[in-house]
């Protein structure tokens, strides 16, 4: 095995390495000789834990009062649900399609609501979004939806855009990777595989008085209020996952909240975007303004590479660099936890391959 493994994969991703330290060193022993996977959520020892982890979250992204944090399960595709049962009434509701997963979701509230959508990027492959004065927003939408990091075309909305609706984002990839206003914001979701953690655990920051006494004729399992007034207890609670959250929000605090993870993510990311930008063999084609600073896919120039580089990457300990099976080519997910060394490994093995192959 090579000395050192980068797993550049989009989600399962990598995790901090004291992360799974901490994991290994109390996982036979959280509470009185019984591991964490053993536990009740309703045990005192996890109820600290879980509560903990909330004020945790809450300071990292300075979420007030007059939010709740849910830990939920059922993915980020379980919110494509959500959201419109929860928030459309019946009614309509603006969407932005600029990638994969925000015309899934699109699809999905076609089933609870009347869907509008704003603008489609699809007619350009999804490397660009449309002029906000060229969208048509509908007059009384009851949320306007867009999805802040499109993880397999690697485009991300920096800004958020400036409407007079609730706005909702599916931060899958992009929560916790730069300070965000949160106070602009109606709904955010993110599934944790990502930056937060592992599979199993979806957070919901969503403004109470969209939620509370609404909804009421969805089964309690589907009603965000239920899941608030419940502490996110309803049912079993994916204990395990929502503790490795806790542990991952720990370690962001430590390395300096979000202004550091920031800084951290934009220096990895100019790094690599302007090596590609510089060579001849590779390359990415969104609009630079709307580049991803997590989920970096290029293709190569010359025909025939791709498998010899990616297995050649993968021998060197550069694993799970295959573009997403529906767009293909290549794609570096480098999230807060990828350390910049491994992006420099990167781009000097592209440099070596490019050297080699041209
Ligand atoms: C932006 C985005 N939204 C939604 C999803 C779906 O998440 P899940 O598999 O947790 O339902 C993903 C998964 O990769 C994603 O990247």
């Not at 962001?252 to 930008?277: H, P, R």
Request: charged share 20%; glycine share 6%.
């Amino acid at each position: 095995m090579p000395i050192n493994v980068y797993n550049f994969s989009a989600g399962p991703a990598t995790l901090p390495k004291s992360v799974i330290d901490q994991i290994t060193d109390r996982l036979d022993n959280f509470t009185d000789g019984m591991s964490i996977m053993e536990i009740s959520h309703r045990s005192v020892a996890f109820k600290d834990f879980a509560s903990e982890s909330e004020s945790n979250l809450r300071s990292l992204l300075q979420i007030d009062d007059s939010y709740a944090v849910l830990f939920l399960q059922g993915g980020a595709t379980q919110q494509f649900s959500m959201v419109p049962m929860n928030l459309a009434n019946q009614g309509t509701v603006d969407y932005l399609i600029t990638g994969a997963w925000s015309k899934r979701a699109a699809n999905y509230a076609k089933y609870h609501c009347n869907l509008n959508i704003v603008a489609d990027s699809s007619d350009n492959n999804f490397i660009d979004v449309s002029n906000p004065a060229e969208w048509v927003n509908s007059k009384n939408a009851e949320y306007f939806y867009y999805c802040a990091n499109e993880t397999i075309h690697g485009l991300e909305i920096h800004d958020i855009p400036e409407v007079n609706v609730p706005v909702v984002s599916d931060m899958s990839s992009t929560l916790c990777t730069r300070p965000i206003e949160i106070e602009k914001y109606g709904l955010i979701f993110a599934s944790a595989q990502k930056n937060l953690g592992i599979a199993g655990l979806t957070i919901v920051i969503v403004k109470k008085d969209l939620i509370i006494d609404k909804a009421k004729d969805l089964p309690p399992l589907l009603r965000y209020d239920a899941h608030y007034q419940e502490k996110s207890m309803l049912n079993t609670s994916p204990v395990f996952p929502w503790y490795v959250a806790g542990l991952v929000f720990e370690w962001i605090l430590e390395q300096g909240g979000l202004d550091a993870m920031s800084k951290l993510n934009e220096k990895k990311a100019s790094l690599l975007y302007n090596y590609i930008d510089n060579s001849i063999l590779y390359q990415n084609d969104v609009n630079p303004k709307f580049r991803s600073w997590v989920n970096i896919p290029f293709t190569m120039t010359q025909d025939g590479l791709e498998e010899n580089f990616l297995k050649t990457a993968s021998d060197v300990g550069l694993k799970n660099l295959k573009g997403h099976r529906t767009v293909g080519g290549m794609r570096a997910s480098v999230y807060n936890a990828m350390p910049i060394k491994a992006i420099e490994e990167l781009i000097a093995f592209m440099e070596d391959f490019e050297n080699v192959n041209l």
